[in-house]
């Protein structure tokens, strides 16, 4: 009985890998015929079979080095930059259900299509595939190559968030060691939350994707981010972005409430720009829940946020009553601050 199931799980481990072995065989002769590169089949299994370190992907080059075949293995970021970066056709490992398979990986500018065994095509958006990518792939060094300057510069960018990070403390620190009032300390952090939500949507709107934008679009049922963003209604005279506007306005808010708490000024402006806001909140309400028909979660925050931003002028503002146009150095405060927050944007914005 014990030598009948030890043939067993010897036919059971030889019949597993003969598929795994014909199975990256094959993956790789379809791999080749993307670039227009021939070879001999029987040639090119003969090597990658005989290979020391089969099945690894050092075998998988190993093989194309021995048919001089100019390649690069990577360990990349996984983020939509770096993915655009990539050729049309590449080789990947994904992890799909728990195991990591070798697949040709085919981009276009809408979706992705990758395979495991050279017949069957599975398409997937590009933040699905991103979610099953581990980040390592082959290239055939014959079409765009990678940019290693801007791998590189990821580690710079990791750098430029720490301080902005920091930086972002030591004006909250700033902002709050006036001793400003409750109204103006909430109104304060209500913008600094719109401003970073309206990042997030003008990320998603570029194509880079993160875990909480990712989260915030991924509730299921009539959420559809991307149908909201990518909606005619998300343009103003089809020029200007309304998440462009919302970055803008928070940004310029903050900026405002920074600088006129450390100088002594009232920012009388604001709860006047924070009413005028109620069209947009009505706006963007009536054309997700009657024209797209889908919610964009994040739009939603962002319309929250206004409306608590109002709800404070009316309850907590004490400033409305010595409301006036002609006190200049506020009104220009105000404006030189949105001026700023444009320009920074005209500026940082790909």
């Not at 409430?257 to 006047?272: M, R, V």
Request: aromatic residues 14%; glycine residues 4%.
């Amino acid at each position: 009985m014990f030598i009948l199931i030890n043939i067993y799980i010897t036919l059971f481990q030889f019949i597993n890998t003969y598929k795994l072995n014909n199975s990256l065989h094959e993956i790789l002769v379809s791999f080749l015929k993307n670039y227009r590169i021939k070879i001999r089949p029987e040639e090119l299994k003969l090597q990658l079979l005989g290979h020391p370190s089969y099945p690894s992907l050092h075998s998988v080059t190993g093989v194309l080095d021995h048919f001089k075949i100019e390649n690069m293995a990577l360990e990349l970021p996984k983020n939509m930059d770096i993915l655009n970066q990539l050729p049309d056709t590449f080789f990947a490992v994904l992890n799909i259900e728990g195991k990591n398979e070798y697949t040709i990986v085919k981009k276009d500018k809408s979706n992705i299509k990758y395979s495991t065994n050279t017949k069957n095509l599975i398409n997937c958006s590009y933040r699905e595939f991103l979610n099953l990518w581990n980040g390592i792939a082959v290239v055939i060094d014959d079409e765009k190559p990678i940019n290693p300057e801007r791998i590189e510069s990821y580690k710079i960018k990791t750098i430029l968030n720490v301080l902005f990070f920091c930086l972002s403390l030591g004006f909250l620190y700033s902002f709050f060691n006036s001793i400003p009032t409750i109204f103006q300390g909430i109104h304060f952090l209500l913008s600094v939350f719109g401003l970073v939500l309206s990042v997030l949507i003008s990320k998603q709107e570029l194509g880079f994707s993160s875990n909480l934008s990712d989260g915030l679009c991924a509730i299921g049922g009539r959420v559809d981010c991307d149908a909201v963003l990518n909606s005619k209604g998300a343009t103003v005279f089809k020029i200007i972005k309304l998440s462009d506007i919302s970055l803008i306005y928070f940004l310029g808010l903050v900026i405002s409430w920074l600088l006129g708490i450390n100088t002594g000024l009232s920012n009388i402006l604001i709860p006047l720009l924070s009413v005028l806001t109620i069209p947009v909140m009505l706006y963007s309400v009536y054309y997700q829940y009657l024209v797209v028909k889908n919610w964009c979660t994040m739009c939603l925050g962002i319309v929250v946020i206004l409306f608590f931003q109002i709800l404070c002028v009316f309850t907590l503002d004490t400033s409305r009553a010595n409301f006036k146009f002609d006190d200049f150095k506020n009104d220009f405060l105000v404006l030189s601050s949105f001026l700023l927050a444009l320009a920074l944007w005209l500026f940082l914005k790909p």
